[in-house]
């Protein structure tokens, strides 16, 4: 049996020479990566650099696709895309159940529900919510089920500056709490220094630079220790700033 310290320290994640392509067009190219359980890890590149195909073969999403390489993950893993995917015939408590069913299943949506600060609105539609609680109620369904991975794409790209920010704090305090491991799938710099411990860039079909951000929690996005990171996240994305 593994002890507390290998548990701590297994890598959650394993990818070694992950392959990807499309119509014979490679798109992830030989990916070797470890993700340690318990990190929160952003994936930053550039649109059509390949981040979903990424977080789709690490959730097995991907089945039937051209590659190959070794992965592993977590048993017990959850998505959560940049639209909620509510079902819309399905009050909300429901839909963060997927189809438990009993008291207790009930009792710890109910709890998932109260985390994210939808508490009351167990009973609404999804069409009932805003974008931003509908959101919510989607962290809530991923979260019910205790992950050792979350994994995310994009979830807070369709949600205006305001409610992004409450958002980041939301997923920092759950992950504070329950300690999944979490890849973040995001084109945004800022978003990903604010909220991770390490970010990864992906370039070519490769983590181009992977970057550990020493710094406590929370973080302000003006914090000017944070400056350095994002200078050379955005000299890795190939994007210069002229002021
Ligand atoms: N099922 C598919 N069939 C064919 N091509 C695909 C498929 N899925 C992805 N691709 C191609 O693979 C490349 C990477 O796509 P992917 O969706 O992973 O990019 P991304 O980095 O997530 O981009 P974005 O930031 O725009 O979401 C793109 O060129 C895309 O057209
Ligand atoms: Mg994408």
Avoid: C
């Avoid at 073969?57 to 893993?77: N, T």
């Avoid at 998932?112 to 009351?120: C, F, I, N, P, S």
């Avoid at 991923?142 to 949600?159: T, Y």
């Amino acid at each position: 049996m593994a002890t507390h310290t290998e548990q701590l320290t297994r890598p959650a994640v394993r990818l070694h020479g992950l392959t990807r392509s499309f119509q014979g067009r490679t798109v992830l190219d030989g990916i070797d990566l470890e993700l340690p359980a318990g990190q929160f890890t952003a994936l930053l590149g550039h649109s059509g650099s390949g981040k979903s195909t990424l977080l789709r073969a690490v959730a097995g999403l991907d089945h039937g696709v051209e590659g190959e390489g070794r992965l592993s993950a977590p048993e017990r893993g959850s998505v959560v895309f940049q639209d909620s995917r509510l079902l819309p015939w399905s009050r909300v408590l429901d839909n963060v159940l997927l189809g438990a069913e009993g008291k207790e299943a009930a009792e710890r949506g109910r709890a998932a529900l109260a985390e994210v600060g939808l508490a009351g609105r167990e009973r609404a539609w999804p069409g009932e919510l805003s974008g931003g609680e509908a959101q919510r109620a989607a962290l809530a369904r991923a979260l019910v089920r205790e992950p050792q991975l979350l994994l995310a794409d994009e979830p807070f790209g369709a949600l205006d500056a305001l409610t992004r920010i409450r958002m980041h704090n939301l997923l920092r305090e759950l992950w504070k709490r329950h300690r999944p491991s979490v890849l973040l799938v995001t084109h945004d710099v800022d978003e990903a220094i604010v909220l991770a411990d390490r970010v990864l860039v992906l370039e070519n079909g490769r983590i181009g630079l992977d970057l550990t951000i020493d710094r406590p929690h929370p973080r302000s996005y003006r914090e000017p220790k944070l400056g350095e990171y994002r200078e050379r996240l955005l000299a890795a994305l190939g994007v210069t700033e002229d002021h």
